[in-house]
């Protein structure tokens, strides 16, 4: 210790020092701390992605295919019978997770592309770019969202296309909110105001000084965002305006088989039937929850008390 | 009131009695899936009505040790090994409904940074006698009166209203001073400072402790006073305990340890604020303020500055909080453009605004941050901090940037292994180091330095200065150093700047500003720099008086 003075040097000053770890370690570390729901929500969540990217393997019938028998009852030929027009639900229900999970997903990045960047130009501008974009994003929030989205979709058409613009639009307005506030935050730091005085561009001070440091909630938002998206297509679909048949689609499902679900006196199982896709959507929506639940928490700092 | 009155809830409890023991306390931190050890076996008695300083650098374990006088440890904290013993009881085996009934009460805790302390929802009186009121120390109706002799006490003006303000409408050093209020409300035995007047510039922090040192006087209070400041310390402290990685190195009543101490790192801390660069007096005016005024929208807050730099020497602006050295600097960096005035550089008027100015003329002004944790990106690497101004103003890439960069870390003193480390990874002294380093990338003709020493420790401190010398000396930069500190400026300027309230003081060079005849603010600046000397407060209060 006597000797700590004379030999002062820079490098030798005890910083915090970690120990190196790759990518992967570190991720499987917070792994092994996951909790139980979180688990339960990323096998989930998998097993769904699973679903909907090998679809056509595992599908026992194609996606239109119609059998002669409608409203069939469980059989081992149709597991989940069929539906009112004869195809089989089984298939219909798979073929489902890759239609509605793949359109909710597009829009949802769409929306986080739109909200996001303006989000960030706003919280980097301020003055009247930040009130103009903030007060309109306002003024569109004032209006119920699903009303009008229902209202749009009326007069644009129900295509994919439309669907998928303008609910990522109407959806584009919460990200906005989200990232602005988050960005605020860090555009008054230190490091930020030596970019700018740097000379450094909007896109560089966007990308590279903003964004990896706003990151963790916008992940956490964009898996909420994404349950939220999925429940709005599905309510869409069930009202009529969503995805068109002959495509498969959870929301459509439940609304067309909706009327089985007076045969459940006779035939319990067949009153289940419209519930199957009413299941999934939950399922899905209630596993994203938890893991992001999950990441959440893990993100914000709080300590577990030891 | 009268002091004995006040003082009665501790009635049978004689002065030199032993309040709080410590014996060989050990204190883990959990972090990167380990226990590490932050306080090794540390021992501690305080007796009551005595004042412990407790100093060490950061990071050496005073606030860890602080916090578990009261019994408490941090979560991720844990303490594995020792006794604390308070008032006969054993705080590391009492339930914490126990604890939660000694604290604030008996054993009060007073932080550093008061404005994040206080609920800013709520009266300041309403704050000040929760603990008491929580308690019942004394009947509801009275509290409040107490708490408006408290506030008189402790010299707080208006001390009949200012209660009824809310914490965003007094100062910072009010603030703290009825953050000390608030501790002794219900008359604690034992009160733990933890670094209380950092965030205060020198003339605030003079009235804050000499407020602090009558209270805890006049009620016979025990304290232990974290600080890193050692002349604070003896103000304050009838004995002064040295830390350093989390063990003791050295404890001595505060004369003896002023006046002889014993271990060669304590005397390093002693001695480590001596040296002075010889004033020098510079010729070519390498860059001016000509009547500048500015202001943030309505309010004025620089008043016809004129400050001139010279090439190749330092000159070092001082004042307290608010007197404008930091918006000198951002009308210098276009940051805020001037109302009035102009900022002349080499020769020729720079555009007012950041965005008229040209590549060449950002690069030539850099900038260097007071808090060196937030001036750096914390998912950027060091190398990738260093080499950005290579590629953006030298257009320098790939293996030529990484050589620059290795070059560069050489002349910081540190090595090639921190070329991949992030900023978190890095010491305070480290960090700013990299500021440094990224400033002298991009071969600039100034550097602004914004307070660069005051959040680091004094040996560190020393460090940086030397290292920034040496960079002047070798490469002819021009340092505009703004800092409130006296010594810092002894140790670096050739000139000097006095602000106050917006407005230039008088500007000269070193020895004209630091000897009399003196203005009448700088006089004040001056004598309120705490000294060395455990006499220095009192005598400079009866001379005030």
Redesign the interface.
């Known amino acids: 210790?006597?000797?700590?003075?004379e030999n002062?040097?820079?490098?030798a000053?005890?910083?915090?020092?970690?120990?190196r770890r790759s990518r992967l370690e570190r991720i499987w570390?917070d792994l092994k701390k996951a909790p139980l729901s979180a688990w339960f929500g990323m096998i989930v969540v998998f097993a769904y992605m699973v679903v909907a990217l090998f679809a056509p393997l595992i599908a026992p019938y194609g996606e239109a295919e119609v059998f002669p028998e409608a409203n069939a009852a469980w059989s081992s030929q149709f597991i989940f019978g069929t539906d009112q027009i004869g195809r089989d639900m089984l298939s219909r229900l798979i073929y489902g997770a890759r239609n509605t999970m793949g359109i909710a997903l597009m829009t949802t990045l769409l929306s986080f592309l739109i909200g996001g960047s303006l989000g960030l130009i706003a919280a980097i501008s301020r003055g009247w770019l930040d009130q103009l974009l903030s007060r309109s994003v306002d003024v569109l929030m004032a209006i119920p969202s699903l009303i009008f989205a229902l209202m749009l979709l009326s007069i644009f058409g129900s295509t994919v296309t439309n669907l998928v613009i303008i609910i990522a639009l109407l959806d584009s307005t919460r990200v906005f909110r989200l990232t602005r506030s988050v960005a605020v935050n860090v555009v008054v730091?230190?490091?930020v105001?030596?970019a700018?005085?740097?000379?450094?561009g909007l896109g560089w001070i966007m990308r590279?000084?903003l964004l990896?440091?706003i990151m963790p909630p916008l992940v956490a938002e964009f898996g909420l965002r994404f349950s939220f998206v999925f429940l709005t297509i599905a309510a869409l679909s069930f009202l009529g305006v969503g995805i068109q048949p002959p495509t498969a689609d959870w929301g459509s499902m439940v609304r067309d088989n909706a009327n089985l679900i007076q045969f459940a006196g006779i035939d319990f199982r067949i009153g289940l039937t419209p519930l199957l896709p009413a299941a999934a959507i939950a399922l899905l929506t209630v596993a994203v929850n938890f893991v992001v639940d999950w990441f959440l928490h893990k993100t914000s700092g709080i300590?577990?008390?030891? | 009131m009268d002091a004995d009155e006040m003082n009665n809830n501790q009635s049978g409890a004689a002065a030199g009695d032993v309040l709080l023991e410590m014996r060989d306390v050990h204190i883990e931190g959990?972090?990167?899936?380990q226990w590490h050890p932050i306080i090794k076996g540390v021992d501690i008695t305080l007796k009551r009505g005595e004042i412990m300083g407790l100093i060490g650098e950061s990071?050496a374990g005073k606030s860890t040790l602080g916090l578990a006088a009261m019994g408490f440890a941090r979560?991720?904290c844990?303490i594995t090994k020792g006794t604390i013993r308070f008032d006969n009881q054993e705080l590391t085996e009492l339930p914490k409904k126990n604890k939660r009934e000694l604290w604030g009460t008996r054993i009060a805790y007073v932080a550093q940074s008061a404005a994040a302390s206080f609920n800013p929802a709520h009266r300041l009186i309403d704050q000040t006698v929760e603990a008491a009121n929580r308690s019942q120390i004394r009947p509801v109706a009275e509290s409040r009166s107490d708490a408006i002799d408290l506030f008189k006490a402790l010299q707080l003006p208006s001390p009949d209203t200012i209660g009824s303000r809310y914490p965003h409408q007094v100062s910072g050093g009010q603030l703290q001073r009825v953050m000390t209020a608030m501790a002794m409300s219900p008359r604690p035995d034992l009160i733990i400072f933890d670094e209380p007047t950092t965030a205060l510039d020198v003339t605030t922090q003079v009235e804050v402790l000499a407020s602090m040192r009558k209270i805890v006087e006049e009620f016979h209070t025990a304290a232990i006073y974290i600080t890193h400041d050692l002349a604070v310390v003896a103000q304050m402290a009838d004995f002064i305990k040295v830390l350093?990685?989390g063990d003791e190195?050295e404890e001595a009543p505060t004369r003896s340890m002023l006046s002889a101490p014993q271990?060669?790192?304590t005397k390093?801390l002693w001695s480590v604020r001596d040296f002075e660069k010889p004033e020098e007096q510079g010729d070519d005016v390498v860059l001016s303020l000509d009547g500048i005024d500015a202001a943030y929208g309505k309010t004025k807050v620089l008043h016809d500055i004129n400050i001139s730099l010279t090439r190749g020497k330092t000159v070092a602006v001082v004042g307290e909080s608010g007197s404008g050295k930091s918006t000198a600097a951002r009308v210098i960096?276009?940051?805020l453009p001037p109302g009035k005035g102009q900022v002349v550089f080499n020769g020729e008027a720079l555009p007012r605004e950041?965005k008229g100015?040209s590549?060449e003329q950002?690069q030539r002004i850099?900038?260097i941050?007071q808090?060196a944790d937030?001036?750096?990106?914390?998912?950027?690497t060091v190398g990738q901090i260093i080499g950005?101004?290579l590629d953006?103003?030298l257009g320098l890439t790939g293996a030529a940037q990484e050589k620059r960069v290795l070059e560069l870390l050489k002349m910081?003193?540190?090595?090639e292994s921190?070329i991949d480390?992030l900023p978190?990874?890095?010491?305070g002294?480290?960090k700013q180091?990299i500021c440094i380093a990224?400033a002298l990338a991009?071969e600039p003709e100034i550097i602004i330095c914004d307070e660069v020493t005051s959040a680091l420790d004094q040996?560190?401190q020393e460090?940086i200065l030397k290292?920034l010398l040496s960079l002047q000396k070798e490469f002819g930069i021009s340092y505009l150093f703004i800092t409130h500190d006296i010594a810092t400026v002894k140790a670096i300027s050739d000139e000097i700047v006095v602000m106050f309230q917006g407005k230039v003081v008088e500007q000269g060079l070193k020895s004209e500003i630091l000897n009399p005849p003196y203005p009448e603010y700088t006089k004040l600046l001056l004598s309120s720099v705490p000294e060395m000397d455990p006499d220095w407060l009192t005598n400079l209060l009866s001379e005030r008086a």
Do not use: C, W
């Open positions: 210790m006597n000797t700590q003075y002062y040097s820079a490098a000053e005890v910083g915090a020092v970690r120990k570390i730091m230190d490091y105001e030596a700018k005085l740097r000379g450094e590279k000084e990896p440091n300590r577990d008390e030891h | 959990f972090s990167d899936e990071g979560p991720g844990r350093r990685y190195v271990q060669e790192y390093s960096t276009g940051l950041l100015r590549k950002l850099q900038m941050y808090m937030t001036a750096m990106n914390p998912r950027q950005r101004p953006f103003y910081i003193e540190l090595d921190f480390r978190s990874e890095l010491s002294g480290q180091r990224r991009a040996i560190v460090g290292l």
